[in-house]
């Protein structure tokens, strides 16, 4: 298999998260209730895991990051623990996928808050002279919720210019960092991030199921699953404050740690070494793709300012078509149709037409895989194009 789908999670793993995984399952028991060797070995290597996290993103304080079972959770944990009020606004992006756009329109539903959402181009994704106009005339704004980077197109968004500009108002700014945590630099506080929803599975290469929520202690969130967390198990009401708002029931710790080991991993391999090995294949792709006359890629191409996730199509091919002819007849796995993000897709005008097909770099992509693709496409688009014309 040629393995292209790296946006939607890394694969493979180092081999430290497997063997993590493996080893934490059999010998540590969940931390915070038991009282065996096993259960406070748990615990240490809980507290671990925190600190592994918070070092990579330089995150004060540990116990500021609950873990969670994905971006996903990470993300409605802090839009719905939210202290919203009715008519309170929020602030979007055009290209946000559904794990930040759809508890926000439950939330518009369900709790009478407004939506905003700033313009997108392929040039300027997030038009900040757009956003600083709705900071100035919509009062009623309490939450800058947007990704760091779109998993269709890749383009890159200014957060540390949102952040600040988010503080300068006395807004909060959430950030989804699916596609660039492990990929690019994040530092909430140099960016005025308040709360950030990370995944395990992608980037930081840990196994599907588990991520990870930092809030900072300004933001006053609410619980969102209510259960037990192993503290003040006497009580009735739950805390609401982090790690134990976030961490209910028993806790997946296998997972946890070896999505830990991945994050370590990350760090020890640098990233700059990984965004410069990824960087030059994606350089790669994207001239393969443009000495295609009859692809379209979509987005700005600015290497700089993208992950290495490109989203292409030939016109006139349904994406899923292309998607499985690649997969079937070449082993190339990569991922077709509106990648829960139909909102990029209305933003690229792809939303019609199936979507696009998208092929995404990781640490372990290869150029024969990409060359792969190339060749594949190479003998797929005479035939394409012998089709549209019949
Ligand atoms: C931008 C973005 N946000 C959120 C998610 C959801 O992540 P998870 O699978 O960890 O729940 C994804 C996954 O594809 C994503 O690409």
Sequence with gaps: MFYLDNAATTWPKPEIVYTTQNQSFREMFSPKRGTSKASRAGSEKLMH????????????????????????????????????????GVVMSAIEHHALSRPIRKMARERGIQFFVVPYTDENPFDMANFENLLQTE?????????????????????????SLAHRYGKFYLVDVAQSAGVLPIDVQTF???????????????????????????????????????????????????PESVEVGTIALPGILAFAAGAQWVQETGLDKIHLHEKHLLKMLLEGLHAFPEIMVYGHQRLEEKTPVVSFNIPGVEPKELG???????????????????????????????????????????????????????????????????
């Excluded at 202690?217 to 739950?238: A, C, I, R, Y």
Aim: net charge negative; charged share 15%; hydrophobic share 40%.
């Design 49 to 88: 895991a925190r600190q592994v996290l918070a070092g990579l993103f330089n995150i004060a304080d540990p116990l500021q990051i609950g873990f969670t079972s994905g971006c996903t959770h990470s993300l409605n944990f802090a839009i719905q623990a939210f202290p919203w009020q009715p008519g309170d």
């Design 139 to 163: 009062l009623s704004i309490r939450l800058i919720a947007t990704t760091h980077a779109s998993n269709v197109i890749g383009s890159v968004l200014p957060i540390q210019e949102i952040g």
């Design 192 to 242: 005025h991030i308040d709360m950030m929803a990370v995944p395990g599975h992608k980037s930081l290469y840990g196994p599907p199921g588990v991520g990870a929520v930092y809030v900072s202690d300004k933001v006053p969130l609410n619980t969102f699953l209510e259960g037990g967390t192993g503290n003040d198990s006497g009580k009735h009401p739950m805390q609401s404050k982090l």
């Design 324 to 390: 499985n002819q690649l997969f079937d007849t070449y082993g190339i796995a990569i991922r077709a149709g509106f990648h829960c993000a139909p909102m990029a897709h209305e933003a690229i005008q792809t939303i019609h037409s199936g979507g696009t097909v998208r092929a995404s770099i990781g640490y372990f992509t290869q150029p024969e895989d990409i060359e792969a693709l190339l060749q594949a496409l190479k003998k797929e688009i005479p035939r394409y194009n012998v089709s549209c014309s019949l």
